[in-house]
């Protein structure tokens, strides 16, 4: 049995999705003239699908009920769908949700062991700081007789049900506590990858989602602006043919490549060409303020790379860099993140750096001519250094991270597999 709290687009499509999977669902909204409505059979929004699948569960699978405490104690899963919307310092409102939860927790009487899982979107580490701690408050213990989970919900607008029932993945956000087992159970039906993660890594990654989606829209924006600035382009067409790129198609498509986290661009293109295009749109009277963002963040990430190091590595410890190349399966060294990061090492009195790179040495050496020692191998360069940092996601150094084990390792290409826990930054390789 399943309860679901919130029935806007979110809840009464999770109610209807779960109910249509032959589970039998609690449905409670706070709102009792969107109750009545739903109760009429009648959807209060708009939405494909909804109406009719109402019309096929209610009174069936799916009974909606009108106190939150009749559907917990009904329910060994409770789903918290429920608004979070924008407070007016920009933080997200999370008061309906507390409002939700501790209501939910009344009715926990500590016998059989009560999943709450948080469907709201929420901003990382809210499960962890803000919900988790109602739990405690209310004199109930987490993994005894509640567990909690962060299970972003996906699904878009207009397509709501096909997005619910045909999920691309499922995301279940855990402390490690027991009661998960039959999250996934639930989810079995719906034939989509379960990924078990963090709390935080959870609602982490619903906002990645989001904020790319914001970002390529203001970047699509911007570059029409650009474009007008310099006129004689033709907008949508451009965009149409950009679109042509192998990289969209495919799956995984090749440009997720380009949306993962490193130590920043390089080579001979995007930075000269990214810096060419804001010359010229603002000799065309355009500023274009994202784009000249994105080489400011360009430069932040080998800053904040280099201060990583510098509080990993005493000044009197070898630092072994793995990566010269500005990527992998190149010997292209113009621009690459690596000299920054090494010049920064230098400049902040780090006497001690090795480097190895299966291509590129010959070149990094000719171009910058920085005063480093080379290794011959990764094998010589693991002996040498204390620390070692991975600027370059060759896949030698996954195939070979065995060498690594007891070295302290920065990978700031996250090639490496990562601890399953919340440290950050030192990564483990046994
Ligand atoms: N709309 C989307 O496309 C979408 C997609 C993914 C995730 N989300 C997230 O899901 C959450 C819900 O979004 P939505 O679009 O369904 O919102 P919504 O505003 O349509 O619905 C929220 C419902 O929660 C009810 N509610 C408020 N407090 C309550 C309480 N204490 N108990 C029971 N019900 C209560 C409200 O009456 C309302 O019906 C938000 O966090 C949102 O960011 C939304």
Known sequence: MIAVAGLGFVGLTTAL??????????????DA????LIRRKKVPFHEPHLREKLAEHLGGNLAVVDSLTEAVKAS??????VGTPCGPDGNADLSALQNAV?????????????ILVIKSTVPPGVTKEVIAPLIAAGGLVLGHDVALANNPEFLREGYAWEDFVSPDRIVIGTDGAAGMELLEEIYHSFNAPIF????NTAEFIKYLSNT???TLISYSNEMSCIARAIGGIEIGQAFRILHTDKRWSGSPAKMTSYVYPGCGFGGYCLPKDTLA?????????YSPGLIRQVLQANERIKDRVTEQILQTAARDETVGILGLAFKPNSDDVRDSPSRAVIAGLLEAGHANITAYDPLAMNNFHQAYALPIEYAGSMEALVQAASVVVILTAWDEFVVKRKLLADRRVLDFRYILPEPASDKVGLTQCN
């Open 33 to 36: 003239k969107k109750t009545d």
């Open 196 to 199: 078990r993660v963090s709390w």
């Open 212 to 214: 790319l989606l914001a």
């Open 17 to 30: 999705g779960f109910c249509e999977k032959g589970l039998r669902v609690f449905a409670y909204d706070i």
């Open 76 to 81: 060994r899963v409770i789903f918290f769908c």
């Open 277 to 285: 295009l804001c010359a010229r749109a603002e000799a065309k009277g």
């Open 102 to 114: 501790g209501e939910a927790l009344k009715a926990v009487d500590g016998g059989e062991l009560k």
